[in-house]
């Protein structure tokens, strides 16, 4: 077993209810580390698709998002990002930071990414559009490991426990490494806000090179992540928007599918709009498949920016620990623009 098979099985904790042991996840010996998720993917886009750095109709925007998971059954998983983007002609360019933090153990990522874009239309009109885009960066992963517990530290001594003065019988060359990083994204949108539907479909490529990721002196590799997503945004009518999406998300043999249903509608009196929309999510590990969660949504756009909250409800096999409790989630972004743009616009999220 390595490192990183120890920190999910100890991360993921252990409960005693009545006396009784009950191990939360044990992660198979042959696994990779996946990478972080979030329910409100659609609010960061830099992180969702690099193509989409820079799509926007304002000066600049900036975006700060924050995750909490599984406070309620084990010592929090809490994932802090800030990005920055910014049109240029035709280009967008932009930054963000991403910073995960799982368990007992610390076990932290760091993600530093540099990102552009190139945006062209394909129609007089200006209403069809492609656009392409890489990321480059680094990746720091770092544990401690003085707060881990390890089989070898498993006593039968005054009826069982885990004793952390035994020694855990592990080798490490290195409790913290940093890796390159290289993604890439292309997308459509069709924008044309007085059409009654406004499609958008893309696909993203994260960690490109593969780079090496053990803590050990092994080969093991961080294995690319594939994200496909579309979506439609719907013009009922002046004051009512609908928008439905797919989220595809692959990474060795864990695979992610969510569909969403968002609901906007605009307040005259607040010169603003408000929405909400239910998210559900599965979730399939090799041959091991579950009902991960339904994703409850609100927000308000009001002048130059955009606040959501949701809440995880867990619908999977740990309900019977968890109570459905999962997860809250907040982000906030803002866009500088010389008028007030209330209007959602698509893919410009």
Known sequence: MNIIDHIRTFCATTLLTGGVLVMLVVAPSNSHAQDFHLSQYNAAP???????????????????????????????????????????????????????????????????????????????????HFSVGPQLGFIHKSVNMDKLLFHNQYTNSNSGGFDPGLPNGEI?????????????????YYSNDRFVVNPFIGFSVFHITQPKQSFYENEERLPRRYVFHLGTKINVSPLVQITPQLFIMNQVNANEKTISMEGSYYLK?????????????????????????????????????????????????????????????????????????????????
């Open 269 to 349: 009196s607040q010169d603003s709009w408000v929405f909400a929309g239910i998210t559900y999510r599965s979730f399939k590990f090799k041959e091991f498949s579950n009902n991960d969660a339904y994703i409850l949504l609100v927000g308000m756009k009001y002048a130059r920016f955009t606040g959501r909250i949701s809440y995880d409800i867990n619908t999977s096999s740990l309900t019977s620990v968890s109570k459905g409790r999962g997860g809250i989630e907040l982000s906030l972004t803002y866009i500088a623009s010389k008028v007030n743009i209330p209007k959602p616009g698509c893919p410009r999220l």
């Open 172 to 188: 490490t060359s290195n409790a913290s490494i940093i890796l390159p990083d290289l993604n890439a994204g292309v997308m459509y």
């Open 46 to 128: 830099l992180y969702l698709n690099p193509a989409m750095t820079g799509m926007f109709e304002g000066s600049y925007r900036a975006h700060i998002h924050y995750r909490n998971q599984w406070r309620s059954v084990a010592s929090p998983f809490t994932t802090a990002m800030v990005s920055f983007d910014m049109p240029w002609k035709k280009f967008g360019i932009g930054a963000m930071i991403l910073n995960d933090r799982a368990g007992v153990g610390n076990y932290n990522v760091l993600n530093f990414n540099l990102g552009g874009a190139y945006d062209f239309a394909i129609d007089s009109a200006k209403h069809h």
